[in-house]
C-alpha cells in the first residue's frame, strides 16, 4: 500500500513538474518562434545562398565558392571594406572618448546639470532624417555656417565637407560621435554613480590629486562598462548604413561606400544578386566575429 501511496506521489510530481514547464514553454515559445522565423531562417538561408547563384526570379544555382572568389576582384567590396574599418576606427574611440568625458563632466554638482544631460541626449532620440539634414545643412560647402566662420577667419581653401571625397568620411564620422555619444554617456553615468566614493576619498587622503584618482580608481571601475561600450560601438560601427545613406549616399563616388551599403545596392538595386549580397554579409559576419572575439579574449585576459 505504501508503494502504491509512493508512486501516486511521484505522479503527481511529475505533473505538476510537466505542468510547471508547459507554463513556461507557453511564455517562451511567443519570442523564441518570432526569433526562429524573423532571425534564425533567414541567417540559415542566407549562408546556404551565399553558395548560390539567385536573382529572385529564375532558380537558384549552386556554385560553391565562386562569390568569394569573385569579392576578391570586386573593386567596390575592397573599398567597401576599407571604408568600413576606417569609419570604425575614427567612431569608436572618438565616441568612447567623447562620451566618458561628457558623463564625467556631467556626473558633477553643477547647475542645470539634468537639462544638459537632456540636450546630450536628444541627438541620439532625434529622427536621424531631420538630424541628418539639419547637419548637411550646417556643413553645406557654399551657404553653411561652419565654412562661413571658417571663411570669417581667413581660411581659403574651405573644406567640402560631405561633397569631398577627402572629407567626406570626416563628417560621416563626426556626425556619428555627435549622434550617439549622448546614448553611451548615459550608460557612463551609471557606471560612475556605481563606483564606491570612498576608494576616491582613500586616494584623496593618500594625497592623489584628480588625474591620478581618475586614472587609478575611476577608469579601473568602469572596466565592465567600457567593455561593453566597445562592443556595442564595433558592432554598430560595422554594420552602419543609415547614416551614409542620409549624409553622402555612399559618394561622393565610392568614398563612404561601406560593407552594408554595398550588400543593399547589390541586393536591391539595378540587377538583384542575392547570392552574392549574401557572401558580403558572411565577410562581414566573420569579421565582426574575429573582432569581437578577440575584444572578448582582452578582456579575459586583463581579468
Not at 14 to 31: C, D, E, M, Q, T
Not at 90 to 107: E, F, K, R
Not at 146 to 160: A, D, F, K, T
Not at 173 to 180: E, H, L, P
Request: glycine fraction near 6%; charged fraction near 15%; charge should be positive.
Amino acid at each position: 500500500m505504501s508503494r502504491d501511496n509512493t508512486q501516486m506521489a511521484v505522479k503527481r510530481k511529475s505533473k505538476k513538474a510537466l505542468r510547471s514547464n508547459l507554463v513556461a514553454y507557453s511564455f517562451i515559445a511567443p519570442n523564441f518562434i518570432g526569433f526562429c522565423v524573423i532571425t534564425l531562417v533567414p541567417m540559415v538561408f542566407a549562408i546556404a545562398l551565399a553558395f548560390c547563384k539567385w536573382d529572385g526570379v529564375h532558380e537558384i544555382e549552386f556554385i560553391g565558392l565562386q562569390n568569394f572568389i569573385d569579392l576578391l576582384g570586386d573593386k567596390t567590396f575592397k573599398k567597401a571594406f576599407v571604408n568600413t574599418i576606417v569609419f570604425s576606427l575614427g567612431t569608436v574611440p572618438l565616441t568612447l572618448i567623447c562620451s566618458l568625458g561628457l558623463a564625467i563632466l556631467l556626473n558633477q554638482n553643477v547647475k542645470l546639470r539634468n537639462f544638459f544631460r537632456t540636450v546630450s541626449f536628444f541627438p541620439y532620440v532625434a529622427s536621424l532624417v531631420a538630424v541628418a539634414a539639419v547637419w548637411n545643412m550646417i556643413f553645406s560647402p557654399s551657404m553653411g555656417p561652419i565654412n562661413m566662420i571658417l571663411s570669417r577667419l581667413g581660411v581659403e581653401n574651405l573644406p567640402r565637407w560631405a561633397a569631398g571625397k577627402d572629407t567626406a568620411m570626416i563628417t560621416v564620422i563626426m556626425f556619428s560621435v555627435w549622434k550617439n555619444m549622448g546614448y553611451y554617456m548615459v550608460i557612463y553615468l551609471a557606471g560612475l554613480q556605481g563606483i564606491n566614493p570612498d576608494l576616491k576619498e582613500a586616494a584623496s587622503l593618500d594625497g592623489a590629486n584628480r588625474w591620478h584618482t581618475f586614472w587609478n580608481v575611476t577608469l579601473p571601475q568602469l572596466r565592465p562598462t567600457t567593455f561593453f561600450v566597445v562592443i556595442m560601438l564595433t558592432i554598430s560601427s560595422f554594420k552602419v548604413y543609415d547614416q551614409m545613406y542620409m549624409i553622402t549616399q555612399g559618394g561622393p563616388g565610392n568614398a563612404t561606400i561601406t560593407l552594408v551599403y554595398d550588400i543593399y545596392n547589390v541586393a536591391f538595386v539595378n540587377t538583384p544578386k542575392y547570392g552574392y549580397a549574401s557572401a558580403i554579409s558572411m565577410v562581414l559576419f566573420i569579421l565582426v566575429l574575429i573582432i569581437t572575439l578577440i575584444q572578448f579574449k582582452g578582456a579575459s585576459g586583463d581579468n
